[in-house]
């Protein structure tokens, strides 16, 4: 997972890339991968916020999407 910036260029190299970000950043996401050309790329959006979160609520959600970062990884989606 890595930012937009970022999954632009392992894409542009056909390395498949995600995004992971939080609901509140949808709209900015969107715009970036739209003016990178790119519209429409896959992400993995969270709900909003998570910096309350404990160590363990964290692993339990980053579980929760682990097939879907693999599906968007491996060509899934």
Partial sequence: MCSV???VEFEKRGI???VVITSAFRNALEQQFKG????????I???HPVYYLSRE???KLT????DEVL???TGGV
Avoid: F, R, S, Y
Avoid at 36 to 43: I, T
Avoid at 63 to 66: M, P, Y
């Fill in 45 to 47: 959006e969270l709900l």
């Fill in 16 to 18: 498949p890339a995600t």
């Fill in 5 to 7: 910036h970022n999954a």
């Fill in 71 to 73: 599906a968007q990884l």
């Fill in 63 to 66: 579980c929760e999407h682990l």
């Fill in 36 to 43: 990178k050309g790119m519209p429409g790329h896959p992400c």
């Fill in 57 to 59: 609520d964290l692993v």
